[in-house]
């Protein structure tokens, strides 16, 4: 083994600074605490991480992203799902689609449940303490946050307006804010930019937080192993530049994200038993349902090539790109201050009364000639097209992570489980006739010349479940793999984020989520950055 070359004592350290971590890190700096950051990429400098459209250029960019797989997932038909996460400062937050979705107060009655003091009560001012909304505070929003959130209204695509007002028409209310008084209904979406740039955790946290002596963040540092004695957490040991180094602290708080972070409790013996011995890991403390209750969203999209031009024409062409490249330097305005998705919303489709349990996603915007899952946005199709498409908000398959070997450079091996229940497929169904039925209203009827994927012929539920099992694909909303909850038995962290059975150990990410939150989940996972800091200072 290389030998350890630093040596060093923290308050605390943190694994990962994504969308939690550097939340966390920044608001304990601020707090006058001693804070080791480690991150494994970089520091994120390059324009396109910063440009919002930029990210169909960090999509799959290692420098910037773990570049993530599954293993062939059996009800899709065996494809791999490419997952791809943020490996930068701020995470996923800096390479994501941007889209600011808070959930539904039943979420968080769900989360309650499982772990008091997470319930709507409990959150809700976290979030608009995270917030500077770009229509100022109110009873619903935070207007000072380190954190912008735009209202893109005035910046649409003449077909996004087409869509919602389709919506309407086919009975969906539309509505100005689905993170106010209600979520549900049609609208255009909130992304988490400022004056025309990203908002990722590390802009929004790192960036006044790194200039205190107290705060160290390194880059290019893997952790490979959490230092133990006994049962209690004392420190990380990580390789940077090719040399190993190991720092201690009061506590180390894992905020690697649904995949990293059930990786490296599991690299350091913490775990189900029986498959550590499996992987030659010596066990530690038998944790069963890390890297279990892996949750996400998948997706079906529907192309529609339109009568009217999309911004696949202002795109598509070289002087397209270039005008709108002089329009983002000289105002940070235009499509590349934009989201790929301008439009959605939450509607449900089963029946009886309950929250929403079907997203909805519009972009004027498509890339058809693409492999699936690939996102060229800066070359679109050449014809003028629309993309709509929804996801199941509360799916009931689940997946897993595992090791695939003892080496902590190795991936993971990832299981997504799509579709493996009946209340999964039903909704794809499902949301595939409500996709059609708002496209047909007169709003969207008037501008469509035809429906290109699936196409007319993919009509009875078997054939639309088949386009689903052939093209469906991750929202890149994976979470849950170390739920938290009252009980080791069936959880791997408390209500105050402490790993059952180890002293010194929390995990502060998505990984904790209890159950899948209603749409996107970057928010949550910011406020679960925000609310670690809060238990922590509660002791």
């Not at 739920?483 to 150990?505: C, F, K, N, W, Y």
């Not at 998505?510 to 609310?531: C, H, L």
């Amino acid at each position: 083994m290389i030998p350890l070359t630093l040596m060093e004592q923290f308050q605390y350290i943190i694994v990962g600074a994504g969308s939690a971590g550097a939340a966390l890190a920044g608001r304990l700096a601020g707090a006058g605490k001693s804070v080791l950051l480690l991150e494994a990429g970089g520091a994120g400098r390059h324009p396109w991480v910063n440009i919002p459209l930029g990210y169909g250029k960090v999509f799959h960019d290692a420098r910037f992203n773990w570049k993530y797989s599954t293993e062939p997932e059996p009800e899709l038909n065996d494809r791999a799902i490419y997952w791809p996460r943020g490996k930068v400062l701020g995470g996923s937050s800096a390479i994501n689609a941007m889209v600011w979705v808070r959930g539904h107060p039943d979420d968080y009655a769900e989360w309650g449940a499982a772990a008091p003091g997470w319930g709507w009560a409990d959150v809700a001012p976290v979030f608009r303490r995270i917030e500077r909304w770009s229509r100022g505070a109110c009873a619903h929003r935070g207007g000072d946050g380190p954190l912008s959130v735009t209202d893109m209204t005035g910046a649409m695509h003449p077909l996004t307006r087409a869509y919602v007002a389709a919506a309407a028409q086919a009975g969906i209310p539309t509505n100005t804010d689905y993170n106010g008084a209600a979520m549900e209904g049609a609208g255009l979406y909130q992304i988490s930019t400022a004056g025309g740039r990203r908002a990722s955790t590390a802009q929004a946290y790192l960036l006044a937080a790194r200039k205190l002596k107290n705060l160290r963040i390194e880059t290019g540092a893997m952790a490979t192993r959490i230092l133990m004695e006994g049962r209690r957490a004392t420190g990380i040991e990580y390789i940077k530049r090719g040399k190993a180094h190991s720092a201690h602290a009061q506590e180390v708080i894992l905020c690697g994200g649904a995949i990293n972070s059930p990786q490296l409790l599991m690299l350091s013996g913490i775990g189900p038993a029986g498959h550590l011995r499996e992987t030659d890991i010596d066990v530690v403390h038998d944790a069963p349902h890390v890297g279990r209750n892996l949750m996400d969203h998948l997706g079906s999209d529907h192309l529609f090539r339109t009568r009217t031009p999309s911004l696949n024409q202002v795109l598509r062409p070289w002087w397209g790109k270039a005008l709108a490249g002089l329009q983002y330097v000289a105002a940070q305005r235009g499509p590349l201050a934009m989201s790929l998705n301008q439009a959605g919303g939450f509607i449900r489709l089963a029946a009886g009364d309950g929250p929403p349990d079907t997203q909805l996603y519009f972009s004027p915007l498509s890339y058809s000639s693409a492999p699936t899952g690939k996102r060229p946005l800066m070359s679109p199709d050449p014809f003028p097209a629309v993309r709509i498409g929804f996801n199941p908000c509360k799916p009931t398959s689940t997946g897993s992570i595992t090791l695939r070997s003892s080496d902590p450079l190795a991936p993971p091996v990832m299981r997504g489980g799509y579709l493996a229940t009946e209340h999964d497929r039903a909704l794809m169904i499902a949301g595939t006739r409500e996709v059609r039925r708002i496209a047909s209203m007169p709003a969207l009827k008037g501008v469509i010349e035809a429906e290109l994927d699936p196409g007319p012929d993919c009509a009875s539920d078997d054939e639309i479940l088949d386009f689903a099992r052939r093209e469906a694909w991750t929202v890149f909303h994976q979470c849950g793999t170390c739920r938290m909850g009252q009980e080791a038995a069936t959880s791997v962290v408390d209500p105050q984020l402490r790993v059952h059975g180890i002293g010194g150990l929390r995990v502060a990410d998505a990984s904790i989520f209890p159950t899948i939150p209603t749409g996107n989940t970057n928010a949550p996972a910011v406020m679960v950055g925000e609310r670690a800091f809060d238990l922590i200072c509660q002791g």
